[in-house]
């Protein structure tokens, strides 16, 4: 079975904190994404990679950076927290269009 | 761009009935995937059902279907014999095969809550 793995269930970080939530998957998969889903949002992409040291922006990117060294990890970078990052997390990776997700990290910015 | 819209919030049922949730689409492509996906408390999403728009003949997983009708561009899931366990929200989701870049595009959500 794949298996993506975020590092975190839970966080709570400080306005103005540097954040990082990382992710990691085990089948080779090239495509991983990060997005952020908020109640009566539904699910907004963030950033994805389709390659090593590869990113695209996606729906919502501002106030975000990735990284991505190695094929299985997936790192999302919030620069400097703030409220209204307070959210839901989840990483996927994809093969044949399906994604396959991560547990997810909700994040909490006091 | 390709938009999902889930028009149902929130739907109901009873165990053992069936229900059926709404998906519309978006698209100018002619070859894509379409998923429904599944989060319950827990917060795992699970893929419940995928379809290939190439295909004709809807997919199903046991007492899941789909209503694919590709003209009118509607993806719509079926739930027979519910059970407590089905209670979660679901997710519609879209995905093209000609795009440059694999993406998916998901819908706001339709949370099913089930009865005794």
């Known amino acids: 079975d794949v298996k993506v793995t975020q590092s975190s269930r839970y966080l709570v970080k400080r306005t103005g904190e540097k954040v990082f939530l990382e992710c990691v998957q085990d089948m080779d998969h090239e495509n991983m994404f990060w997005y952020r889903q908020d109640p009566g949002l539904g699910l907004r992409l963030i950033y994805f990679?389709?390659?090593?040291?590869?990113?695209e922006k996606g729906d919502i990117p501002e106030g975000y950076s990735v990284s991505r060294e190695k094929k299985e990890r997936f790192s999302l970078i919030l620069e400097s927290a703030s409220t209204n990052q307070t959210s839901m997390y989840l990483c996927?990776?994809?093969?044949?269009?399906?994604?396959?997700f991560g547990q997810g990290t909700r994040l909490t910015v006091v | 761009a390709q938009t999902v819209t889930q028009s149902q919030p929130e739907m109901s049922v009873q165990e053992a009935e069936t229900v059926t949730l709404s998906c519309t689409y978006d698209?100018?492509?002619?070859?894509?995937?379409l998923f429904w996906y599944k989060q319950p408390p827990s917060r795992q999403m699970i893929l419940v059902i995928r379809q290939e728009a190439y295909k004709q003949q809807n997919a199903t997983e046991n007492r899941f279907s789909v209503n694919f009708q590709k003209a009118a561009k509607s993806f719509s899931l079926k739930i027979s014999d519910s059970q407590l366990g089905d209670a979660a929200m679901y997710f519609c989701a879209y995905n093209g095969m000609n795009s440059g870049y694999s993406t998916l595009t998901f819908g706001k959500g339709t949370m099913l809550l089930v009865s005794p």
């Open positions: 996927a990776s994809s093969f044949q269009g399906e994604a396959f």
């Open positions: 990679s389709y390659d090593v040291k590869m990113k």
């Open positions: 698209t100018s492509e002619s070859d894509y995937y």
